[in-house]
């Protein structure tokens, strides 16, 4: 069983950049695909970025695409979040999330494993 640990959130302003990082341990990491999702203040969990097992494959919400950026470091047992031109409406707690079917699936109930969530604020 994986165990999942974010990091990098913090407060940015608009226009700016983040880097979030996820730890995996207690599992083979390359044995799942990774998924990032945020949350706001009264809205649902909605998903943010997918990565295949070996990282060959992404997919991205059509809010986040040509902003955000998912990658993975198998050697590290880290799935990365690039974050660049960061809007308010980016605000929310970001989760990292293992999977260890290896197809796209943006639902949260599909992921088993998760991260106990990093803060990210985007001021205006």
């Known amino acids: 069983q994986v165990q999942l640990v974010e990091s990098g959130g913090g407060l940015v302003q608009a226009g700016g950049s983040l880097r979030l990082s996820c730890a995996a341990s207690?599992?083979?990491?390359?044995?799942?695909?990774m998924g990032w999702f945020r949350q706001a203040p009264g809205k649902e969990r909605e998903f943010v970025a997918w990565?295949?097992?070996?990282?060959?494959?992404?997919y991205y919400s059509d809010s986040v695409k040509g902003r955000f950026a998912i990658s993975r470091d198998n050697a590290k047992n880290t799935v990365y979040l690039q974050m660049t031109s960061l809007k308010p409406e980016d605000t929310a707690v970001y989760y990292c999330?293992?999977?260890?079917?290896?197809?796209?699936?943006?639902?949260?109930?599909?992921?088993?494993?998760w991260g106990q969530g990093t803060q990210v604020t985007v001021s205006s």
């Open positions: 207690g599992g083979t990491f390359s044995q799942y695909a």
């Open positions: 990565l295949s097992r070996y990282g060959g494959i992404t």
């Open positions: 999330a293992a999977n260890p079917d290896d197809y796209y699936v943006h639902s949260p109930t599909a992921y088993p494993y």
